[in-house]
């Protein structure tokens, strides 16, 4: 079931990807390189992905939102799985578990296009150019 918007996923994209590269220091697992690498590039991608995605908030408009779950569900496979996949889970493994749990959520319950009126807007511009 789909029911966040995709304005609201938008928004919480921007702020968990700034925590997710800080949480290496947030947390205090700056320390294990692995660990800390895994989030920082994690957070790098779902800024970039967000910013390029063509929905409300988005700034480059290239990426659909169709594509941006997918990448969503990937990141957050790939993070959940990192501490076991790269030999860092007797150190930490929580924050990469919750985010990547968190990620795999967010990407099955968030609606798969933007809202109408933003769609509408779009179309409207477009035939303007």
């Not at 480059?60 to 939102?65: I, L, Q, T, Y």
């Not at 990192?82 to 968190?102: K, Q, R, T």
């Not at 807007?121 to 150019?129: I, L, P």
Request: charged letters at 15%.
């Amino acid at each position: 079931m789909r029911f966040i918007p995709t304005r609201f996923h938008g928004i919480l994209d921007y702020i968990v990807g700034i925590v997710v590269i800080a949480s290496p220091w947030l947390f205090n697992f700056s320390d294990v390189t692995y660990a800390t690498w895994v989030m920082v590039i994690a957070g790098i991608v779902v800024l970039l992905q967000t910013i390029m995605t063509d929905f409300e908030v988005g700034v480059v408009k290239k990426v659909p939102m169709p594509t941006h779950l997918m990448m969503d569900f990937g990141i957050g496979v790939i993070v959940a799985l990192s501490p076991w996949m790269f030999g860092f889970a007797d150190e930490v493994y929580s924050p990469h578990l919750i985010f990547g749990v968190f990620s795999i959520l967010a990407s099955l319950t968030t609606h798969r296009y933007p809202s109408e009126s933003y769609r509408s807007r779009t179309t409207s511009s477009e035939t303007v150019r």
